[in-house]
């Protein structure tokens, strides 16, 4: 059963996941009209679908250790930006706090001595370090190719690549 505290930390984590999931997919609305950045939109349309994924995790969880799963209201997320650099800026800044917010609910669990929730935690705690990594690197990525059409072409023809790269440990396991 989870305390009370609990099930509220995970509640806000499943309306963070839910916010992620929207907050990426009108960034992929937003690509999908830029010219030539078909490669960031299916990025962002993946990111949006993979963090409802662990949404529904949270969710599922929850609900299986006799907790209730709210499903949340959402604010509108940002639809419009600057450029393809703040876009990828806003993702890590996103993914910073996501974990951050993963963090604070693991330093609870512990303090609770709820192992099976600390236990359940530690794949979002992989996840959001390969998140993290991934965001960094498509940023000094971009940091790089500055304005430079052709580089900006390059980026959003590799993406995918990034992404994958990013999902393998280090060492090339």
């Known amino acids: 059963m989870l305390s009370k505290t609990i099930q509220e930390a995970l509640n806000r984590q499943v309306a963070m996941e839910a916010e992620s999931s929207q907050a990426y997919l009108a960034m992929a609305s937003w690509a999908e009209i830029q010219p030539g950045l078909d490669g960031v939109t299916d990025f962002f349309y993946k990111q949006s679908d993979e963090e409802r994924i662990h949404m529904l995790k949270l969710i599922r ?9 709210v499903v949340p209201a959402l604010p509108q997320p940002n639809i419009t930006f600057q450029s393809l650099k703040r876009v990828f800026e806003e993702l890590l800044k996103h993914e910073i706090k996501v974990s951050e917010s993963i963090n604070e609910i693991v330093d609870q669990a512990l303090k609770e001595k709820d ?3 600390h236990n359940f935690l530690q794949w979002y705690v992989s996840e959001q370090i390969e998140e993290e990594r991934l ?3 498509l940023n000094d990525k971009l940091e790089l190719v500055g304005d430079d059409k052709s580089g900006i ?3 959003d023809r590799d993406i995918m690549l990034f992404r994958t790269a990013a999902a393998t440990p280090r060492g090339g396991a």
């Open 61 to 69: 969880y929850i609900n299986e250790r006799g907790g209730f799963a």
């Open 115 to 117: 192992f099976s929730t």
């Open 153 to 155: 072409y390059l980026f």
């Open 135 to 137: 965001a960094r690197t």
